[in-house]
């Protein structure tokens, strides 16, 4: 009987863990677009896990490596999108892609679709 029991216990632990898969599909849609404060905000503790090496050693290896760490850290898929095949390179000032990226940042907070956003400026 206690066998059948935990058998039950595990069963309905093991659904609940792959119901949380889908959990942040359905939470990630929002009613407002992500705002340049909570950008900020966000940013600032993305630099905070930089610094305390939550990045590893790669990430504050210079300030170039930090930024694209953030980056990747503030938006992984809009990262991928934009920067990850051809990230920042010391002294670089991408004002096209730091829009596109924050354009993404704003679809992707409404659960919106980002086909387009690379080369939409």
């Keep these: 009987m206690e066998i059948s029991q935990a058998r039950s216990s595990f069963v309905c632990l093991l659904l609940l863990l792959l119901s949380m898969c889908f959990v942040p599909c359905v939470f990630s849609k929002s ?27 790669q990430c504050k290896s210079s300030a170039i490596a930090k930024e694209n760490c953030a980056l990747r850290c503030l938006s992984p898929v809009c990262y991928q999108l934009i920067y990850e095949s051809d990230p920042l390179e010391e002294g670089e000032k991408d004002l096209i892609r730091s829009q596109e990226y924050k354009y993404c940042m704003y679809k992707s907070s409404l659960g919106e679709s980002l086909e387009g956003v690379r080369g939409i400026f």
Excluded: A
């Design 31 to 57: 009613p407002r677009p992500i705002s340049d404060v909570e950008i900020r905000q966000k940013k600032s503790e993305c630099y905070g896990d930089i610094e305390s090496g939550l990045w590893g050693w």
